[in-house]
């Protein structure tokens, strides 16, 4: 299948792309660059790229595609927070766009990255698909938003499917060291020491974003009945973590690094998520299989072969935040996030 991919350029477009080809698809870039030359090791495997800002996309750029994996955005609280209303301008609005000059070319399917994030404060444990969202943020409510603008565009011609990735983690050559899991281990490892704010107990689950690729492929590759208009938990339940755990999963494997914990900080995203319909629902999918413990090791490896120090680990390279801060810095980015 031809596949246009918006966010290609990111941490989980950096990986998902070679998915999709080892898999035969043919895969075709869409994405405005805010991260060029953010490599962590070798730069993403070249494909064909449309640079252009997603509010700003036609019809004539999704004509001849079989699909679209819609990852483009602004993509974690911090940044969501950076400015009111830019969150809702990309994620929301230009989303929409997306969508609709997708549909307006003919384009049957359509893959949306959503997050586990949009069920904000969970009171219960086992959030499954039908549980209410209760989004905390501006980057949480965006993904709800579009997921409804979505499903009232669903239609015989055109099927939606709304992938709800849990917390990802793992080794990308366009690496975030914002996320909870890349976060720890980047600390361990440049110095010797996990000190957190809060007490550690809020739960996340978490997903490696080889298995978010996965689903990617199982979702595009479904029969047209299972997927259309569906909503996907993509994680693990055995990867349902209060962040303590992961701090003591690091230690395991480097025994020399010192944890801390703080009194709580008042965050208050805490989500316990059910993934029974993904492992049961979505033909090929199965279990995810990388676990936190494999992607620890997965970074040490990658730490070592690269000699990763703390400006590394520090640097706006790895952190969405500095790097989007960095270009309007320079008077390159627009407070909209447009290219000046
Ligand atoms: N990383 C996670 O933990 C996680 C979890 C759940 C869901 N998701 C979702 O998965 C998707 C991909 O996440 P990621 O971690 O790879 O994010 P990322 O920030 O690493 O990459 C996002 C990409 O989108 C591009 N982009 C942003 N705004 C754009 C615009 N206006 N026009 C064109 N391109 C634009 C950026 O240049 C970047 O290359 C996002 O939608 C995110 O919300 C991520």
Redo the contacts with the bound molecule.
Sequence with gaps: MRVLM?????????VMRDVLADAGHEVVG???????GCDFGDPPTPIPLIK?????VEATDFEGFDAVA???????DP?GNLAPGVTEA??TN?SIRVAEKAKEAGVPRFL??????LYGQGAALGLTEEAEPNPQTP?AHS?IDFERALQAMADDNFSPVYL??????GV?P?L?FD?VVNNLCGWAWTTGKIQMSSDGTPWRPL?H?RD?SRAFLCALEAPKDVIHNQAFN?GSSKNNVQIRDIAFKVQKQMPECEVTFGNSDGDNRTYNVDFTKIETKLPGFGEAQISVDDAITEFLDAFKRLSTKEEDFQSRLYT?LKQINHLRSEGRLSDD?VWL
């Design positions: 918006t966010g290609s350029e990111g941490y989980i477009g950096a869409l994405d405005t660059g805010y991260f060029e252009r800002d997603l509010r700003e819609h990852l483009a955005a602004l993509s974690n940044l990309i994620n230009g949306f990255a959503s997050s586990c994030s980057y993904k709800r990735n849990a917390t990802a983690y990308s366009r975030r996320i997903v974003i978010i993509v969405r996030l």
